[in-house]
T-cell receptor, first 110, second 119 residues
Framework: LAKTTQPISMDSYEGQEVNITCSHN???????ITWYQQFPSQGPRFIIQ???TKVTNEVASLFIPADRKSSTLSLPRVSLSDTAVYYC???????????FGTGTRLQVFP | GAVVSQHPSWVICKSGTSVKIECRSL??????MFWYRQFPKQSLMLMAT?????????EQGVEKDKFLINHASLTLSTLTVTSAHPEDSSFYIC???????????????FGPGTRLTVL
């Protein structure tokens, strides 16, 4: 399973755009990139998933370069409620196993 | 999206007792569920893969006799912490994949977690 590397923590202010980059140098051909959000004492919540190029949904965008060795989660105009831990995971459709890395603890200030 | 529930949401027990945690997929069938544990300020650690109708697959370092997993139906997996001790106190989270939800390695839906405190 491909290992992921993310910054341990990030700080931002309300209204700013936040970009969290994840490195996954050993990503395999079958692997998808998925981002989850976790609040304290809750289970992780799916944010977005992609395979290549750009994916956008109602809450975030995911940018994946052609070599797929990294990805960037973009959160537009964050609010205080976006304070959470964000996990980047790389998964194999054949095994379904998701191995969590350290995650990025995002703190949003007023 | 699909919903995964856990019961109980929290439990306090005495050392030496066994505790059962249930994980249910409420609106979809899940042939495979996963169990994680999470200590404060740490990431989720995969404990085991629960397969419906067969034995669970445990990750390295996880005692299968300590953490009993049963996946008796397509919507229910249980984790029993046997002879619990204070060091087993943790946040236990299950997940299940809803087939056809998004494709690829897919979206796994996570339960809300169960806080276990062993006195």
């Amino acid at each position: 399973l491909a290992k992921t590397t993310q910054p341990i923590s990030m700080d931002s202010y309300e209204g700013q755009e936040v970009n969290i980059t994840c490195s996954h140098n050993n990503i395999a051909t079958n692997d998808y990139i998925t981002w989850y959000q976790q609040f304290p004492s809750q289970g992780p919540r799916f944010i977005i998933q992609g395979y290549k190029t750009k994916v956008t949904n109602e809450v975030a965008s995911l940018f994946i370069p052609a070599d797929r060795k990294s990805s960037t989660l973009s959160l537009p105009r964050v609010s205080l409620s976006d304070t959470a831990v964000y996990y980047c995971l790389v998964g194999d459709s054949n095994t379904d196993k998701l191995i969590f890395g350290t995650g990025t603890r995002l703190q949003v200030f007023p | 999206g699909a919903v995964v529930s856990q019961h109980p949401s929290w439990v306090i027990c005495k050392s030496g007792t066994s505790v059962k945690i249930e994980c249910r997929s409420l609106d979809f069938q899940a042939t495979t569920m996963f169990w994680y544990r999470q200590f404060p300020k740490q990431s989720l650690m995969l404990m085991a893969t629960s397969n419906e109708g067969s034995k669970a697959t445990y990750e390295q370092g996880v005692e299968k006799d300590k953490f009993l997993i049963n996946h008796a139906s397509l919507t229910l997996s249980t984790l029993t912490v046997t002879s619990a001790h204070p060091e087993d106190s943790s946040f236990y989270i299950c997940s299940a994949r809803s087939w056809g939800a998004r494709g690829g390695s897919g979206e796994q839906f996570f339960g809300p977690g169960t806080r276990l405190t062993v006195l």
